[in-house]
């Protein structure tokens, strides 16, 4: 084993882990909100992906009047500050959509079983993803990723800009995730999450807790389908039409191994299962013909498996009490 | 008083399979009108081309086979309450073990995993002993459930949301399986030839009843290749139907809704919790297998990719709209969600003849449609075609998502709890109740 291999290894599952960690934060977010896995997840972040490829790269949808007034000068790739510009603004757009989807199809459904609101999600995944597949063509949208594919190199080992750009990603939306937690707001969630009717006694606004987790929910699900389009990453600087809407189902182990409702297990599990699945992608490509190519992507589910069996709620899961 | 549907004057009554006169007469004359039909009675096989078409036997045939499977979907999740998403793995088992025994292929010694690899046969070949169906098709049934067995000491443990995502796990588990056995699976993305639904004794020429040729039956009745097999899975499913029924109201069948109501209190009335849920999943695994094979079989060539997160969703697509934990509702689920995408690409297809004509149709179909003057509809003719307008195919998708939003919102009980709020009108008309 040596020490270069290892680094760019190493950098390679921080970054992996850092998009799983964003995605599983949207998921638990959601889910210790309105208690609503959110299955929609993958059509969702992309769709998050879709707007921010519209904005910067066709600079706006064609049957408006206006184009997309910060696109920055046409024709050449947007400097840092354009594309970050653009991504805030994106956040905005998928925040919205949070809204949009959580008022007509979530609120309605308040108090019914969990297996129903899980499978209402589905429904929604079902009717976005058909317009995300259709809007990406075949070979992908670009991004529009102001530093492509480069990389630094330190001890000759390759350091991609773009896994640096995610883990950055993932702090940031760790500490907003973090300091919203700990406001007033995130206590009212807290409660909300615990029990609904006695948070609503308590004067809290359940509807508007619903309505900020989605909108929170899906803003880090976009983020983390716009992180992973950045160069290095397979879908190689675009929205790819067979990564993108499978993202948030490889995310799951994640949630899973974490606790579904636990912030702190999410960015455990996404390290720990992006550890496992990069590493074992490099280190067991000698077995490739045993264990097929491609192998790595179930490693988390086989993680996932194995935990299940042991700690049925995860590892920083709470445990459902049961009563007769 | 007399004939009220929920009057029951004995627990015979209770359990029976068709409670009411009502039902037993309706059963008989579906039934007798599906063989008329299918026969090609002119009436009722004359159905019209925006519908299904003259060809309407090959989609409803396919809905058959994955019905079966769905009978073992409603007996897992809508009788014992373990909500799975990995009931396309399943299918995916029995298949694949049927095809192992059924199936045309090189030899025995292809059957053993990585035969290429450790030197036993020179050359990567494909598994399949062309055993006759007598074997292939239970031994689909029984291997997946014995994979149900398997995975169940997981299975049984977490409950709720995490049991459905573990689940998604298999799914994806049995795509990389798929892509890794192709001595078993075929080519990824082409797959490969299932056997045909053909009754042999053992492996001789001509077989004892044939499914796939147009032949005379017992000498008496000239059947084309589709009315055949159309027959043939229907009996199957008629019969897959009654036995789920039976486990339904037999004590297995009480014992799982009992876990499914309350699975403590199910343990503390003496019911093994473990015990019942294994047995659940074994049920559930062995109609999917069985689905399954039949499925690959009657499609005749079936890629791996195929037992997919989507075939998964249709089952609970089926459960959710044809009404949780009965036969009846799963039956109605069944002919809605697989029937549905093809009455919409037949009424397109049929839109589109009808762009030239005049009146409201061609009107209709113009603003639908990208063809004809005015290219603003949103849906287009060309298959697979990125972009705006979107291809048939895509509103598909979109169509079974708001359908399935719109009844949890609106229905939680489905088609079932329409067709209950209907009856239940009538019952006591002219009064309210």
């Given at each position: 084993m040596d020490v270069t291999t290892f680094i760019q290894t190493l950098v390679k599952a921080v970054a992996l882990g850092a998009v799983y960690v964003m995605m599983g934060l949207g998921f638990v977010i959601i889910f210790k909100g309105t208690?609503?896995?959110?299955?929609a997840a993958s059509a969702l972040s992309m769709a998050g992906a879709m707007f921010m490829s519209i904005l910067i790269?066709?600079?706006?949808?064609?049957?408006?009047?206006?184009?997309?007034?910060?696109?920055?000068?046409?024709g050449e790739t947007p400097s840092i500050g354009v594309w970050l510009g653009n991504l805030i603004f994106t956040l905005i757009i998928a925040a919205i959509l949070g809204l949009v989807v959580e008022r007509l199809t979530i609120r309605p459904m308040i108090g019914q079983p969990l297996f129903a609101m899980a499978v209402i999600t589905l429904g929604i995944e079902f009717a976005i993803r058909p317009f995300n597949i259709d809007a990406t063509a075949l070979e992908g949208r670009s991004?529009?990723?102001?530093?492509?594919?480069e990389a630094w190199t330190w001890a000759d080992a390759l350091i991609p800009k773009s896994y640096v750009a995610a883990t950055i990603m993932a702090l940031i939306a760790g500490a907003v995730v973090f300091f919203f937690y700990r406001s007033r707001f995130g206590v009212a969630m807290r409660a909300v999450a615990f029990d609904q009717e006695a948070a609503m006694a308590q004067g809290i606004n359940v509807g508007r807790v619903f309505a900020i987790a989605w909108a929170l929910g899906v803003a880090l699900a976009a983020l983390a389908g716009i992180a992973y389009g950045?160069?290095?990453?397979?879908?190689g600087g675009s929205v790819s039409q067979e990564i993108h809407p499978v993202l948030a189902f490889r995310v799951l182990p994640v949630i899973v191994l974490g606790g579904l409702d636990s912030v702190i297990g999410v960015i455990y599990g996404g390290v720990m299962i992006a550890l496992a699945e990069v590493f074992a992608g490099q280190y067991l490509s000698q077995y490739n013909s045993v264990?097929?190519?491609?192998y790595s992507t179930i490693v988390p589910y086989l993680v996932m498996l194995i935990v299940l069996v042991v700690r049925p709620y995860g590892l920083f899961g709470t445990p459902e009490i049961r009563r007769v | 008083m007399y004939r009220r549907p929920l009057l029951r004057t004995a627990y015979e009554q209770d359990a029976a399979?068709?409670?009411?006169y009502f039902q037993k007469v309706a059963m008989a004359l579906l039934i007798l009108a599906t063989i008329l039909a299918a026969l090609g009675a002119p009436v009722l096989s004359a159905i019209p081309s925006w519908f299904?078409?003259?060809?309407?036997l090959n989609p409803v045939t396919n809905m058959i086979t994955l019905g079966i499977a769905a009978l073992g979907f409603t007996i897992l999740v809508?009788?014992?309450?373990?909500?799975?998403?990995g009931h396309a793995f399943f299918m995916g088992v029995g298949a694949y073990f049927a095809v192992a025994l059924g199936g045309s292929g090189d030899?025995?010694?292809?059957?053993?995993?990585?035969h290429d690899n450790i030197g036993l046969v020179d050359q990567a070949g494909v598994c399949g002993l062309g055993l006759p169906m007598w074997i292939w098709l239970p031994a689909a049934g029984v291997s997946a459930a014995l994979v149900g067995m398997l995975v169940s000491p997981a299975a049984v443990r977490v409950r709720g949301l995490y049991l459905a995502i573990a689940t998604i796990g298999l799914v994806f588990i049995g795509l990389h399986l798929g892509r890794m056995l192709p001595e078993y699976?075929?080519?990824?993305?082409s797959g490969r030839t299932w056997p045909e639904l053909q009754i042999r004794?053992?492996?001789?020429?001509?077989?004892?009843?044939?499914?796939?040729s147009d032949g005379t039956w017992f000498g008496l009745i000239h059947l084309s290749e589709e009315q055949k097999q159309f027959f043939f899975l229907i009996a199957l499913f008629i019969l897959f139907a009654i036995a789920a029924k039976n486990i339904i109201r037999s004590r297995t069948g009480r014992a799982l809704q009992a876990i499914r109501d309350r699975d403590i209190a199910a343990e503390v009335m003496g019911v093994p919790e473990q015990k019942y849920k294994r047995i659940g999943f074994a049920i559930s695994s062995f109609y999917a297998g069985i689905g399954g094979a039949l499925f690959a079989s009657y499609n005749g060539r079936v890629a791996?990719?195929?037992?997919s997160l989507f075939l998964s969703v249709d089952f609970i697509a089926i459960l959710l709209i044809g009404g949780a934990g009965t036969i009846a509702g799963t039956i109605l689920g069944t002919i809605f969600v697989e029937l549905t995408p093809e009455v919409v690409k037949r009424f397109t297809e049929w839109l589109g003849d009808q762009v030239a004509g005049e009146g409201i149709v061609a009107a209709l179909a113009n603003v639908m449609?990208?063809?004809?003057?005015?290219?603003?509809?949103?849906?287009?003719?060309?298959?697979?075609?990125?972009?705006?307008?979107?291809?048939v195919f895509l509103w598909n998708f979109v169509i079974f998502g708001v359908l399935i939003v719109v009844f949890m919102i609106f229905?939680?009980?489905g088609l079932f709890g329409i067709w209950i709020r209907i009856r239940n009108y009538w019952k006591g008309w002219p009064f309210s109740y």
């Open positions: 208690q609503v896995l959110n299955f790269s066709d600079r706006g949808l064609p049957f408006l009047p206006f184009g997309n007034p910060i696109a920055g000068p046409e991004l529009g990723v102001p530093w492509g594919a950045m160069a290095p990453f397979p879908p264990l097929g190519s491609g | 399979i068709l409670p009411t299904l078409g003259a060809t309407w809508g009788v014992t309450g373990q909500v799975s998403i030899g025995i010694r292809e059957c053993v995993p990585f699976a075929g080519d990824f993305e004794f053992w492996k001789e020429e001509n077989p004892i009843i044939d499914m796939a791996p990719v195929q037992w449609l990208t063809e004809g003057s005015g290219d603003f509809g949103p849906i287009s003719l060309t298959p697979a075609s990125p972009g705006w307008p979107m291809s229905e939680p009980l």
